[in-house]
């Protein structure tokens, strides 16, 4: 019963900042989007200054009723020091490093100010990431990167930011979660397999493999029993050199291909898992390495930029609304 009437109001809560806080690339934090609210140390402030002025009003102490008033007068400026250190912050997302599934995606925050002044104890966190804090003195940009946890391939929105700060004497917290429209891409979560990809036949230059049925000559091998009598090099026996039998071979591309068909068996993400950690085995060969997915080729190319393309493929296997990822 608690769970729902828990979770009843964090929907309510969620709409009203749906609301309240719309998606933004970039949110200036004022009175509309700015929350404030004595701490735990601050309500323990607050019950202070009630026995001082319980105890000044009883015993009729005037000491003790400037005592109180200079608390009150505290407790009532640091509620302007609290909302002044986050209002007039502009806060925007520059770059969302992709990371693996089951790993972390790395979100660069950028704060903003129209003027340099002082600012400090500033916490910033996704929900379930580590908060981390920053300060502002002297400049007028702050950068602050956040690792964000990565639960499965595709695109993540790490959800609403909170950015809160109990500065300067830690009786009022002040916060407020924006939308940042944030979407990382995840990539699968790599799995490694026993054998690399074998190359293609081709009619042009390549390695050279050994195997029965190919179209290349290979050599000559002294004729074991059970050796196929047409590949016995019947030339060589007329002219008494002895019983050898002929090998063929095909010429294989040095081009090594990361093939959907090569994981019969395997439901979708299994496949998308080891075609990824394929990836990551033969990148270090320095090879050109092609795709073949479902409904996509891309030829065999290297360099950074191929192998970005190669994962953003992986990542966006059948994943809608993938525009600007490609």
Avoid at 31 to 56: D, E, V
Avoid at 269 to 275: Q, V
Wanted: aromatic content about 10%; proline content about 6%; glycine content about 10%.
């Amino acid at each position: 019963m608690a769970v729902s009437v828990r979770g009843f109001f964090q929907q309510r809560f969620s709409r009203w900042l749906a609301r309240r806080l719309p998606p933004s690339s970039a949110v200036s934090l004022g009175r509309r989007n700015l929350f404030i609210f004595p701490s735990a140390t601050g309500f323990a402030f607050l019950l202070l200054i009630g026995l001082c002025w319980l105890a000044a009003t009883n015993y009729e102490n005037n000491l003790v009723f400037g005592i109180t008033c200079l608390l009150a007068s505290l407790f009532v400026v640091s509620i302007l020091h609290s909302f002044a250190n986050l209002s007039g912050l502009t806060v925007s997302c520059l770059k969302v490093t992709p990371g693996f599934a089951d790993k972390t995606l790395t979100v660069e925050l950028l704060l903003r100010q129209p003027r340099s002044r002082f600012r400090d104890g500033l916490g910033c966190s996704f929900a379930g990431s580590e908060k981390v804090m920053a300060a502002m003195s002297g400049v007028t940009e702050c950068r602050v990167k956040l690792t964000v946890p990565a639960p499965q391939r595709g695109l993540h929105d790490p959800g609403r930011l909170r950015i809160e700060s109990i500065y300067p004497v830690g009786l009022l917290r002040a916060w407020t979660y924006v939308d940042l429209a944030i979407r990382g891409l995840v990539y699968p979560r790599p799995l490694f397999p026993d054998s690399y990809p074998p190359g293609r036949r081709t009619t042009g230059e390549g390695l050279l493999q050994g195997g029965e049925g190919g179209d290349d000559f290979v050599g000559l091998n002294r004729y074991r029993p059970g050796d196929s009598l047409k590949h016995v090099a019947w030339k060589h026996y007329a002219r008494e050199q002895g019983l050898y039998t002929k090998h063929y071979g095909d010429v294989l591309d040095r081009q090594l291909w990361l093939d959907w068909d090569q994981f019969p068996g395997l439901d979708r993400e299994a496949r998308l898992s080891r075609l990824c950690g394929l990836l990551l085995q033969i990148v270090p060969l320095g090879q050109p390495y092609g795709l073949r997915l479902l409904g996509l080729v891309l030829e065999p190319a290297m360099g950074d930029a191929h192998r970005q393309r190669v994962l953003a493929e992986l990542a966006l296997f059948e994943i809608p609304n993938r525009e600007g990822f490609l």
